[in-house]
């Protein structure tokens, strides 16, 4: 906290108590608290000795009366509140007869407890700020020729909202499934469990009309905005654990687009060959899964998604499943139209609709077949 010293001279025009209003030269500069007390010492002394012996000090309060001065320190000029001066600034000390004397002095003593944040309270702005920042971007990616009904911004908005705080409090997305997965048995003899991980491709299918594979003993493990290292977190929870024969990995979307920070397509790589290799391991077989396309249907999707990197990723995906023994599959054809996904397989320009969800179902129980060793 900095503090200011006002200096005036008898041999000026205007010195402060003068019955006449008269200019005042002064002369202020920045006083830090010394020591460790809680007091500050401020003095006024003249200007002229002042000025001399402190070439520093920035001439300030030129022109004003006394009273104008008393207004600025009202105001909190020099950033400080000097509240006994206030009381009567004009008013010099009844002691002395300052209207002979060269100057006076006048010292006030300010208490300067040292401001103090609760790291509860940082914590909390931190949080806040990190939770609402995503949101503003999303907010500016909207350009009035994007815009869609009102209702569905808001509950995509909503929708990212929980996710970043989920993100906060639940990084790896730990608690998402773990009661679930508790109260969930061993499969039964002769079962093929197959576990579905991934992002919000994976978490929204049978959100609709259409249902996520009934009858099939497939478990949905998809968590919106999750990147592989997130999934990476989880792999033993809400894969191994669970003892399926196969896992449907569809994962890189949100690692794009950054929601977990930034990714490259070398960072994305690794994360998907651990989880091959953890699964490999426990004698679990692998379906790689595409990453789907993204269109400006609605929105800008394709700034933080770029459709070069999608298919740049796609390539390394089906190469690496042809070196690990795993298998490929390939959302990408046939949701695309072009470069871009098409807007009738679409709700908003990233997640596929029913229609979208029912291309890609015959798609994925031929993967899994295939992984099964069935085709």
Known sequence: MAFCIVSASSNDPGVIGSNHRRDIRGYLRPWRRAGRGNWQE????????SASRNPDWIPAFAGMTGQDISLAMRRGTCGMLANKFLDDPLKPPAARDWRNSYAYDMF???????????????????????????????????????????????AELERELAAHIRLLSDWGGLTRYGSENAELGPPAPGVDRVVFLGDEITEMWGGGKGKFFP???YLNRGISHQTTPQMLVRFRQDVISLKPKVVVIQAG??????????ATEGT?????????ELAKAHGIRVVLASLTPVCDCFKNLTERRPPGKIIGLNGWLKGYAARSGSVYLDYYSPLADGRAMKKD???DGLIPNDAGYERMAPLAEQAIAQALGKK
């Open 42 to 49: 401020l003095s006024v002394i003249p200007a002229k000795r």
């Open 268 to 276: 994305i790589s690794e994360n998907f060959m651990s989880m091959t």
């Open 215 to 217: 009858g099939r003993p």
């Open 108 to 154: 006030l003593r300010l208490s300067v407890a040292k401001p103090m944040l609760s790291p509860r309270i940082c914590g909390i702005s931190v949080r806040l700020l990190c939770v609402s920042a995503p949101l503003w971007l999303l907010c500016f990616s909207l350009t009035p020729s994007q815009t869609t009904d009102p209702a569905k911004t808001i």
């Open 345 to 347: 397989l679409t709700v």
């Open 253 to 262: 979307s949100s690692d794009l687009a950054g929601y977990a920070g930034p």
